[in-house]
């Protein structure tokens, strides 16, 4: 393992045989931590060539058991997110695609690094079960259309080590090591389409569409070479996604989103329907609806890229499953399964937000604009940081996470803002004057103001 650090450190390229090795010591423990992450660093500096990367995402999908849904009919598709600040997406496409008929088997991650996780905003649910067996997950298939679970210690053992030594030593922003810890999950769970939703932007680990594109293309490559179907989808990470931030408050508005008629319905209805400008309500969630439904058009049909037809197709059928209810009931439904408690959840979410309407002096704290001006910036990894100080995520592997804590953005970017107005709020039980004087330092320079209405980027920046 020495000689294989060396190697990697020198720049070389390690060999089929060699990744192998490490794959094998990391998932038998017979490797150390401390080689491990000398390893991980190594090729954040010296980075791995495609045929290296796709040697380490074979080697890690290897490491355990596959998935076999042979027996379960129908179109099997899944999406993946790179990670960002409020992205709570896969909440509502696993229940929205298998109500389209689509079986959608999701292995998602809990937090890493600034970055929120799907598999912690679930355990917000009281009673959620995250379960592995194959034949309650093809049951789950059968029955719901959907299942969302973590990593057992059968599924890409490998992975789930080097995940969380990742998460704690400053390696997560390498592309070979995303595209390898991405895929290893994807590929054990026997897909014929695959949509990643790329972030690209401050809160994201591709800061620049350049690299966001690399990184993209990387996972494109390397999973259709595996023959999954895969289009990426690059978007935006330069605010927080939605209204929400934190883990029980963002599974709630997955909840809210669900419902038709609701401000997140009738938001889409006028971005994609009737093509009618935004009330400020509504441009507070419009970029959460809209990359939701672009990577939900994409997971129903991939030609919709290029196919103008398909896509009013498969547009026009989500938002009919979205009106009629069967998204919301879907949803239930698939949460009821694996043993979640809906109305535990909602409870939970109507205490956060009650404390918000009122403004409770003794949980709530509001960051007020220090001048008049618009909204021009957030830094999203600045405030997924403070976040996670703040307790809703984790600065060793075994932290424990505080579901309860929660964000609320107020304006919408390039909104006009006076000054003293607040531009977010923060929710915490035990709320003291250090947590405060800490979201004020952090918020005066991550977000920006300027005295000239700032052009956004667009919400969908690339597709791949």
């Known amino acids: 393992m020495n000689e294989i650090i060396a ?7 390690l060999t089929k045989a060699e990744i192998e090795r490490v794959v094998r010591g990391v998932t038998t423990g017979e490797i150390p931590d401390y080689q491990i992450t000398a390893l991980l660093m190594a090729i954040c500096f010296q980075g791995m060539d495609v045929e290296e990367r796709s040697q380490l995402t074979r080697a890690m999908a290897e490491s355990g058991q596959r998935l076999d849904f042979s027996g379960v009919k129908g179109i099997k598709v899944d999406k993946h997110s790179t990670g960002g600040v409020g992205d709570k997406t896969s909440l509502m496409l696993a229940p929205w695609l298998a109500a389209a008929g689509r079986k959608v088997p999701m292995i998602s991650g809990r937090g890493l690094g600034f970055t929120g996780g799907t598999l912690d905003k679930l355990a917000a649910i009281p009673g959620y079960f995250f379960e592995h067996e194959q034949v309650k997950l093809s049951a789950h298939l059968n029955a719901t259309g959907c299942f969302i679970i973590g990593q057992s210690a059968d599924i890409a ?26 895929l290893s999950k994807k590929l054990t769970e026997d897909l014929d389409v695959l949509v990643m939703d790329v972030k ?7 800061q620049n569409l350049e690299d966001a594109r690399a990184l ?32 029980t408050i963002e599974t709630w508005e997955a909840f809210e989103f669900c419902k038709p008629n609701g401000v997140y ?12 400008k935004l009330s400020r309500e509504q441009m507070l969630v419009a970029s959460l609806v809209e990359i939701t439904v672009e990577l939900a058009v994409a997971m129903l049909d991939p030609t919709s890229r290029t196919n103008k037809t398909a896509r009013k197709k498969a547009t026009d059928k989500l938002m009919e499953l979205w009106q009629n209810g069967s998204l919301r009931q879907r949803m239930e439904t698939w949460v009821k399964a694996q043993q979640g408690d809906v109305a535990g959840l909602e409870k939970k979410g109507e205490q956060i937000l009650k404390a918000f309407a009122t403004n409770d002096s003794k949980t709530v704290h ?19 940081n403070l976040m996670v100080d703040l307790g809703a995520g984790r600065k060793k592997s075994t932290d424990t996470v505080v579901d309860q ?27 003291n004057a250090n947590d405060r004087k800490q979201v004020d330092n952090i918020c005066k320079t991550a977000l920006k103001l300027s005295k000239a209405r700032p052009k956004i980027a667009k919400n969908i920046l690339a597709r791949i």
């Open 366 to 384: 509001n960051y007020r604009a220090p001048a008049a001006g618009f909204f021009a910036h957030a830094d999203s990894r600045a405030i997924g």
């Open 405 to 431: 804590v929660s964000l609320e953005m107020l304006k919408y970017p390039g909104e006009a803002v006076k000054k003293g107005e607040s531009i977010l709020r923060i929710y915490k039980e035990d709320l």
């Open 265 to 276: 319905f009738e938001t889409a209805v006028k971005l994609y329907v009737k093509k009618a």
């Open 200 to 206: 690209c932007g401050s809160g994201a680990f591709m």
């Open 216 to 247: 993209a293309t990387s996972i494109a490559n390397t999973a259709n070479k595996a023959g999954v179907k895969t289009t990426c989808l690059i978007t935006a990470m330069d605010f927080p996604l939605g209204r929400f931030t934190g883990n």
């Open 7 to 13: 190697r990697k450190k020198a720049g070389l390229k």
């Open 157 to 182: 053992p490998a992975d789930k080590k080097i995940y969380a030594l990742r998460d704690v030593t400053a390696t997560v922003d390498e592309i070979s090591l995303i595209t390898a810890s991405i």
